[in-house]
């Protein structure tokens, strides 16, 4: 969408949350979703820390797993046209940030995406979800947050063309975010909720 429409910064966001809509909706599990429900859970007692940490190794793999075979089908896949250069935009974007500042647009990120989960069980209907989950997540691009599993895939994607060490994105992007969306998402969302 960048491309398509020379690079105007709203209209070139309007498909990032398609695949969360399709995730949310859909009824598959988001890390950032197991925020609210889990952790509540471990606060009440009524499940334990390695449990919770168990629950999210699965769910972060399925998602990281996701996020790579995208990375990998547009890397050579021949999805991107050559004047699609925003993709490794985005991620040297994302590379070039430093540290603290990448959790903290996470930690917004993760206040978002948790804030979904209760907006999505309030909802009555599949359209106000759709709605909801649709403009949530619209945020992160328009407020130019992270959000950790596009992070892990944008860079990815960057290690597949371009010229990064997976190690590197891991310490100096994703991980950063991952602690972000986490943080925001425990303690801006879930933990203030139910206290």
Known sequence: MTAATSGDPVFSALSYPLGFVYIVIGGCQLYTENAL???ALV???LASV???LHHWGIVLAGNFSGGAIGATALAFGGVFSPEAAAAMDHAEKGLGTPATTLFFKATFAGLIVTG???VVYAADDTISRLVAVY???LAIPLGDLNHVVISFTEMLYFAFVGDLSVFVGLVDFVIPVLLGDTFGGIVLVTV???F
């Open 192 to 194: 203030v909720n139910y």
């Open 37 to 39: 429900p889990p952790v």
């Open 43 to 45: 606060l009440e007692r």
């Open 116 to 118: 979904v989960v209760w």
């Open 50 to 52: 390695p449990t919770l």
């Open 135 to 137: 403009l949530a997540f």
